[in-house]
């Protein structure tokens, strides 16, 4: 909505900005001629002032509509005449350009405006995301789209079949819902990467919640959301869109069905991976000698973390596996007999479980560890 500029001297008023049209109209209606260069350029200048000024173009146009009308009603034009037709032609061509350049003039740094104000914040959102800067400056920053970074604040992820885009349909509805049920003022909503992203305060359970809804009803379910941990001050956003991308990044390396990820439930991996080179050492010495069997390791690490993820109930792993029982059953003991640890026994199945993540976390085998 375009606000209106409260009544004041003549440089605040729309009349400011047709300074010199009546002056250019007559003169170039009075040989019929087109306007000059400077003429136009001059129109064009005038033009790009103005989208400087609180009034909208409507306005404006307005403002040269009426000067025209009062350049018309004061000319001498004998009713009916030809030569009245031709003045008033002319006036209306010449008129038609000028209005023309001052909108294009006015168009123009509009469109640098909004660009300029988009390259800006998708620097602050990039800053922010990533913590760079100086993180007064970037609270600063936050305060005008109602970010308070002194307090807690939480970040959601959205990954979708598809990259995410400023003017993606999935962004759009999100968007929408979101200011339709919330303050905007309370969620910073941007694209990063590909994906949609969600900063909220970090008492905003329900809003993520919402946020998250959104989004699989927009992809139809084929969307994925993790949310991080709510972190305080200025660094906050940062570190929690940090462990929500790599939330993100663990479903998809350990094949995770939950539509919806939340950082303090998936605590228990930044723990194994802290040390990476005890975590492959433990892959190694355990699962290491299932490369001996015949079909590889695959096969029957596919085996443990199926018997695994069904709560070690060889019935509901066997289902999963489309494998009979007896079959399943023959599996884990092979297991038993290359490793020399047995599934079905509470003393090896935390170091077998324990293995077979950290094998899903570092790719093992496709990759060497």
């Known amino acids: ?15 400011h900005y047709v300074t010199g049209y009546a002056d250019i109209v007559l003169d170039a209606s009075a040989t019929g001629r087109r306007l000059c260069r400077e003429e136009l350029d001059s129109r064009r200048a005038l033009g790009e002032r103005a ?63 909004v660009r300029q104000e988009e390259a800006a914040r998708r620097e602050f959102i990039d800053d922010l995301l990533h913590g760079r800067g100086n993180l007064g400056r970037l609270a600063e920053r936050a305060e005008h789209v109602g970010l308070r970074l002194a307090h807690t604040q939480a970040v959601a992820v959205a990954a979708g079949p598809e990259p995410f885009g400023d003017l993606h349909r999935t962004a759009r509805q999100v968007e929408a819902a979101l200011g339709a049920r919330f303050d905007e003022r309370r969620v910073l909503l941007a694209t990063k990467s590909g994906r949609l992203v969600c900063v909220a305060p970090g008492d905003g359970h329900e809003l993520l919640d919402f946020f998250a809804e959104r989004v699989l009803e927009a992809t139809g379910g084929r969307g994925r959301v993790a949310v991080g941990r709510p972190q305080p001050g200025p660094g906050g956003v940062a570190r929690s869109y940090e462990e929500a991308l790599n939330a993100l990044d663990l479903a998809e390396r350990m094949a995770l069905a939950a539509p919806v990820l939340r950082a303090e439930d998936l605590l228990v991996f930044p723990v ?54 007896r079959a399943l059953t023959y599996r884990l003991e092979r297991i038993h007999r290359y490793t020399g640890t047995d599934p079905a026994d509470p003393l090896h199945r935390y170091t077998l479980q324990t293995a077979v993540i950290g094998a899903r976390l570092l790719g093992w085998p496709a990759q060497e560890v």
Do not use: K
């Open 1 to 15: 909505m375009t606000r209106e500029a409260s009544p004041g001297t003549r440089e605040e008023s729309p009349d």
């Open 51 to 113: 989208a400087r000024s609180p009034y909208g173009l409507r306005t404006l146009i307005g403002a040269h509509l009426s000067a025209t009308r009062a350049l018309t009603s004061a000319l001498p034009l004998a009713t009916g005449s030809r030569d009245a037709r031709t003045v008033l032609d002319g006036v209306l061509a010449a008129a038609e350009q000028a209005v023309d350049a001052f909108a294009d003039g006015y168009e123009r740094a509009r469109r640098l405006a």
């Open 272 to 325: 194994l991976t802290r040390d990476r080179q005890a975590l492959a050492d433990l892959v190694r010495s355990t699962l290491g000698p299932l490369r001996q069997a015949r079909g590889g390791a695959e096969p029957l690490l596919e085996t443990l973390t199926a018997y695994f993820d069904a709560g070690c109930t060889a019935a509901e792993a066997a289902r999963r596996l489309s494998l009979s029982v």
